[in-house]
DNA sequence: ACCTGAACACCGTTCAAGT
DNA sequence: ACCTGAACACCGTTCAAGT
């Protein structure tokens, strides 16, 4: 029906993907859902992970994209956008630890974000230590979410010490994202700080 | 040959894991170095998941054990007792990711941490969250260091800004991972100090 | 009690062959 | 140029059958 392209498999990717998750993400169930054989799709990419950057690109595009359109964002900004589009694909995350983060989009996002706590004052010895720290920082935190959106409550340990860690106090994400964000940058803060 | 049990089959989990890492574990190639056939595994594991966890438990374990024998332990020396035990066993982190993290060794050091942040003075509101984010600090930090101990400097972008990223600082990650510590102890002390 | 042969239902990937 | 049938070399897991 449809012609087959790179768009196309991207697109259908995601939606397999926000429908049921990596783990089910075959090239198989990719090319059934988009009324193909296996073998085609490579006509159009190289192979799995060839399509897993194609996605960890996407969403590193629209990140950049939006970060161009705002003047003087700092790292409270990136991650909040990063935050943002991470979700929107289920797994994405993971997708991102298990791809080479050097690719176009995504380096760009690293050169920005080193610019940022450059322009904070972190010295060139620390720079990558704290890019990679704010990175892992925002991955995981969307990790976690949509880890814990999608185990079901009764999977929970009962026996927890006074049932604090139940629903991972998901109850605010958001305040909880920005608190987690606050102790990042004024950790930051305080040992460019110290350096003077 | 040798009788096949449970301690048997992890020890040469973590054999195969620190030979070849996570990818080129397989039931069978786990059953070809124990001179066995894949079935028997079944018989002292439920599957392969259970291996998993059984890898994440023995960490844990470790890691706990050592924390009995010091007295007043605090965060600091959590985190660098789990990243030497996590460096022992090779893509151990993404076990740890991809694992349920509430097994008991596991969440013995998941309640140590909670009580040492406690004690740090963060409020019950915020505790779970600043405990997955100390966690997740150190899982990431020894992913990152395995990750580029393994990726050979060639794949590396020649045309990164500066050279920054190559590879990685990772020159001295002990320092760097001291740093990051110092940045998110020292953020969670800001917090807990405003919220007074 | 412990191990295996053989099978099932999957994978990712290749490639000659078709249109 | 684009797609497929068929195959290859793998997976994790089950289970009747063997000792």
């Known amino acids: 029906m449809m012609k087959l392209d790179r768009p196309t498999i991207q697109q259908a990717t995601i939606e397999l993907l926000n429908e049921d998750g990596l783990d089910a993400l075959s090239m198989r169930t990719l090319a059934k859902k988009l009324d193909v054989k296996a073998a085609s799709l ?5 192979n799995k992970n060839d399509l897993m950057v194609l ?28 935050r943002e589009e991470l979700k929107r694909i289920q797994d994405s995350p ?11 989009f995504r380096s760009r996002l690293i050169e920005l974000a080193l610019s940022q706590f450059r ?8 720079l990558t230590m704290v ?13 976690d979410e949509q880890y814990f959106a999608r185990v079901p ?44």
């Open 119 to 126: 322009d904070m004052g972190v010295d060139e010895s620390h």
């Open 42 to 46: 490579y006509f159009h990419i190289k």
């Open 94 to 104: 993971r997708i991102f630890e298990i791809t080479f983060p050097f690719t176009p």
């Open 153 to 196: 409550d009764q999977k929970m340990p009962a026996n927890l010490p006074e049932q604090l860690l139940s629903p991972i106090d998901m109850a605010n994400p958001d305040d909880a994202f920005d608190y987690g964000l606050d102790i990042f940058m004024a950790g930051v803060d305080v040992k460019v700080k110290q350096a003077k």
């Open 55 to 82: 996605i960890s690109e996407l969403v590193s595009e629209r990140v950049y994209e939006r970060l161009q359109k705002i003047d003087d964002a700092d790292f409270y900004v990136l991650a909040h956008i990063m």
């Open 131 to 143: 890019g990679n720290m704010g990175n892992n920082f925002v991955l995981s935190y969307v990790s």
